[in-house]
Structures are given as structure tokens and as C-alpha cells.
């Protein structure tokens, strides 16, 4: 079966500059997680989609971090203006919410956001 | 309010010895309690869930909901368990995710 995948691998921008990231999570899972982790810490949930409905955005700085998932599969979470603060990896997971397997969550290589 | 905390940002230890990194959680409810490891130049991936009960790669956790804590223990450390180690709550209730800072274990030769 296929990882969850994300684009780009990398990305350098200056700040105030805009930057979006793409997921496409494992196929069949519902639930899709956007996750910020800067250095030295643990991923930070973002946003948490069950298909296309937002279920947790509560740490989502939405002044400027949008994110959406229109089809209950593709998800991408934009930054506009960006920050120097924004510097991090940001991850995206998906899960199956199968009884079986609960909230195990699989994991994308994630994206590394410069923001010089 | 700190979810996960996870008190050693390193642990070194040498091969063959037993190695326990430790997980504090702060939840009055009932989480679900996990594991993920991240190996160098890898995705995060699932080590273990204390529902599931089982040992991965020799690796045991118990969920002591008295104190607190989700321990991850192996009696042996080999070389290739040299990795971020990550404690991670879920909310049932909620479907939110917590995730520790992390501890970093070097296992020396």
C-alpha cells in the first residue's frame, strides 16, 4: 500500500512571502492531520479533517494558516503571510479510524519550511 | 496545559543494557496512549498502542493510569533502537492528538 505522500520536500521563502504544502493521504482513510514541529519539539496538531469536515482546528493560527480538504481526499494548508516563526516541518498523517487500528495515524516524510 | 511530557530530551545508554524512556501524561479521562519512533532520515511511524497489549521489536509499554505514565521499556538495547522516540495521547472523546517533545536514545557499541 501506498504512504501518505506531500510536496514539496523542501521549501525557502521570505517572510511575508506565501507558501502551500500538499498531502495526499493513504487511500480509504477518513482522517487526514496537518502537524507543525519545530526543531527540538513534538509534532503540534493543526488541523484535523474527518473527509472533508474540520474536525479540530483549535491551534490553527488562522490570521494567517488556512487549510482545506474539498474532495475528502487531497488536503493543502497554505500560509500567507508567512513568518520567521514559521520555520518548521510540517507533517501530514492520515488514519483509517478502523476498530482495528484506532487512531493510528501514518505519517508523510514531511515538508521543511525556511522562512528566512 | 502540557499534555505529554517526556523528561529526558537524551538517553544514552550501551548495548545489551535495559533501557526505559519515560511518558507522563495529564488527562482525568481515558486516553489512548502510543508510541512513534522516528529512525535517522525516516517518516514518524507507529512503535506501539497500549490497547493493543503487545512488544514491538522488544519494546513493552504498560499504561499506569495511578501515576500517570506510559513507560517504554526493553530489557536489551540494541544499535539499530538508536532513534527520536515519541509518547502521543488521543482524546476518545475529542479524536485530538497530543505528542511529547521527545527523547533522543543513543545506544553506544
Known amino acids: 500500500e501506498a504512504g501518505v505522500a506531500q510536496s514539496p520536500r523542501y521549501k525557502i521563502i521570505e517572510k511575508r512571502q506565501s507558501v502551500a504544502f500538499w498531502c495526499n493521504p493513504i487511500?480509504?482513510?477518513?482522517?487526514l492531520y496537518w502537524y507543525q514541529q519545530i526543531l527540538g519539539q513534538g509534532p503540534k496538531l493543526l488541523i484535523q479533517?474527518?473527509?472533508?469536515?474540520?474536525?479540530?482546528d483549535s491551534q490553527l493560527p488562522k490570521d494567517r494558516f488556512s487549510a482545506e480538504r474539498l474532495k475528502g481526499v487531497d488536503s493543502t494548508l497554505k500560509i500567507q503571510p508567512a513568518k520567521l516563526e514559521d520555520s518548521a516541518v510540517y507533517l501530514c498523517?492520515?488514519?483509517?479510524?478502523?476498530?482495528?487500528?484506532?487512531?493510528?495515524?501514518?505519517f508523510g516524510p514531511g515538508t521543511r519550511l525556511t522562512v528566512l | 496545559a502540557q499534555r505529554v511530557t517526556q523528561p529526558e530530551k537524551l538517553l544514552s545508554v550501551f548495548k545489551g543494557a535495559p533501557v526505559e524512556l519515560k511518558c507522563n501524561y495529564s488527562y482525568s479521562g481515558s486516553p489512548e496512549l502510543f508510541w512513534y519512533v522516528q529512525y535517522s532520515r525516516q517518516r514518524l511511524q507507529l512503535l506501539l498502542r497500549?490497547?493493543s497489549r503487545e512488544s514491538i521489536k522488544g519494546f513493552t509499554a504498560d499504561l499506569n493510569k495511578g501515576e500517570t505514565s506510559f513507560h517504554l521499556k526493553k530489557p536489551f538495547a540494541q544499535e539499530e533502537d538508536s532513534a527520536m522516540y515519541y509518547c502521543?495521547?488521543?482524546?476518545?472523546?475529542?479524536?485530538?492528538?497530543?505528542f511529547g517533545s521527545g527523547t533522543k536514545l543513543n545506544v553506544k557499541p
Open positions: 479533517f474527518q473527509n472533508n469536515g474540520v474536525v479540530d
Open positions: 498523517a492520515s488514519s483509517s479510524q478502523d476498530r482495528g487500528l484506532g487512531n493510528t495515524q501514518y
Open positions: 502521543a495521547l488521543s482524546l476518545y472523546n475529542f479524536n485530538k492528538f497530543y
Open positions: 487511500s480509504g482513510h477518513a482522517t
Open positions: 497500549h490497547i
